[in-house]
């Protein structure tokens, strides 16, 4: 099986990396991690790439005196390594309307809210704050706006009455490492491309049932 080769960009712990990871070691699983490259040196995503015996690059953004040399500087890297898909995870700098483009319908992102709901940061906080009854987590191929893009999968995540943004964060999370691997799988086996601002899928059931909360007795 020819598998399509990953780029995954990270810049901190790299959970969801991990469970990238996880998965491309099954032998029938239809992509391979070539590169794990961090913008953050210290980042333990870096540490979970090395253990898993995976080229990982330290791409500094400190170390550039500008944003497209930072980015050119990638590319690079994501080219040497030959990669077919970038996967954004985790991955903290935004990217040049130039680097998203060289990438289009090639790079994806998982964000941790409905979009196009709470783009940017402090989502949880936010969709509490607000009183919304789900949270939940996206996948995306990448434009050049933030958090913007043709969606590939999303999980919605009842918010409890209790809830903090810890714990919301840490139920969306368990999600977000069940979908990566799904989106990827999806995109690797050729059953989701884009048209237009949508995705459309082959022969997968997209009925899946509704949910509401507070639940109806
Ligand atoms: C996740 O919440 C993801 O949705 C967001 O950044 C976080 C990365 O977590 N884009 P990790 O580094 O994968 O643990």
Excluded at 117 to 140: Q, W
Aim: hydrophobic residues 40%; glycine residues 6%; aromatic residues 6%.
């Amino acid at each position: 099986m020819r598998k399509l080769k990953l780029g995954v960009m990270i810049s901190g712990s790299g959970t969801n990396l991990q469970a990238l990871i996880d998965a491309c070691v099954q032998k029938d699983y239809p992509a391979q991690i070539a590169v794990v490259i961090s913008n953050r040196p210290g980042a333990k995503g870096l540490e979970r790439a090395k253990d898993a015996g995976i080229d990982a690059i330290c791409v500094d953004h400190t170390t550039y005196d500008d944003r497209a040399s930072f980015e050119d500087a990638i590319h690079q890297c994501l080219k040497d390594h030959d990669v077919g898909l970038v996967c954004l995870a985790g991955f903290m700098r935004i990217l040049n309307a130039d680097f998203v483009n060289r990438w289009k319908d090639r790079m994806i992102n998982i964000h941790p809210s409905l979009l196009p709901s709470y783009k940017g940061l402090h989502t949880h906080a936010r969709a509490i704050e607000d009183g919304v009854r789900f949270g939940g987590c996206t996948i995306h191929f990448v434009r050049p706006e933030m958090d913007d893009g043709p969606i590939i999968m999303q999980a919605a995540v009842p918010i409890s009455e209790a809830e903090t943004e810890d714990s919301l964060a840490a139920k969306i999370l368990h999600y977000e490492h069940e979908m990566y691997p799904t989106a990827v799988r999806l995109i690797a086996e050729g059953n989701v491309r884009v048209s237009a601002r949508k995705c459309v899928f082959k022969d997968i059931d997209l009925d899946t049932a509704g949910l509401i909360s507070p639940a109806i007795k």
